[in-house]
């Protein structure tokens, strides 16, 4: 059964850092473009960054771009979002996703 | 960038209508286009892919249609299961901004 299931979101204080990761199952993830996406409370779904099969081609949303690092372990089947100096307006719920296959989501809360 | 627009950004209707909501993209994505839906607390769930398959399971009311820039999401007879968020989205990109659909 192809899968991804997120890990790593927390509560984290404004300027701090923190890494998500995405196991995936079923599927060679490094054969596949994978994104992350995400969902603020009480809005809308948000793409954030995806990253092509080799890893040389990354986009970003433009509202984390300097901040976010998209990446992919192809050893360990998993795909990565290194997201620094973050902002309160980075609370969400993060998803990786492998085209329409996405996992059930992690929580990030930027807070003091 | 390629953007997503979506209308309407909400929909009021009732049980049995006929529902069609639209996606347009600032260019062409060919078929790469899903829709999802999402109810409250819940990650979404995928009804349509490459913008005109059903996703197993999806209820044959739900279909898709559309190519290039203008895509269509139609609901043939609106169930009261289907009071939700829809979402459009160009794959592993940009979301058009959601239609909520409410009981009229």
């Known amino acids: 059964e192809v899968q991804v299931v997120e890990s790593g979101g927390a509560l984290v204080h404004p300027g701090g850092s923190l890494r998500l990761s995405c196991a995936a199952s079923g599927f060679t993830s490094s054969s596949y473009y994978m994104s992350w996406v995400r969902q603020a409370p009480g809005k809308g779904l948000e793409w954030v960054a995806n990253?092509?099969?080799?890893?040389?081609?990354?986009y970003y949303v433009d509202s984390v771009k300097g901040r976010f690092t998209i990446s992919r372990d192809t050893a360990k089947n998993s795909l990565y979002l290194q997201m620094n100096s973050l902002r309160v307006e980075d609370t969400a719920v993060y998803y990786c996703?492998?085209?329409?296959?996405w996992g059930q989501g992690t929580l990030v809360t930027v807070s003091s | 960038d390629i953007q997503m627009t979506q209308s309407p950004s909400t929909l009021s209707a009732s049980v049995g209508d006929r529902v069609t909501i639209t996606c347009r993209a600032s260019?062409?994505?060919?078929?790469?286009l899903a829709w999802y839906q999402q109810k409250p607390g819940k990650a979404p769930k995928v009804l349509i892919y490459k913008a005109s398959i059903l996703e197993s399971g999806v209820p044959s009311r739900f279909s898709g249609s559309g190519s290039g820039t203008e895509f269509t999401l139609t609901i043939s007879s609106l169930q009261p299961d289907d009071f939700a968020t829809y979402y459009c989205?160009?794959?592993?990109?940009?979301f058009g901004g959601g239609t909520k659909v409410e009981i009229k």
């Open positions: 260019q062409s994505i060919g078929s790469w």
């Open positions: 996703a492998k085209d329409i296959t």
């Open positions: 990253i092509n099969q080799d890893g040389s081609e990354i």
């Open positions: 989205q160009q794959y592993n990109s940009y």
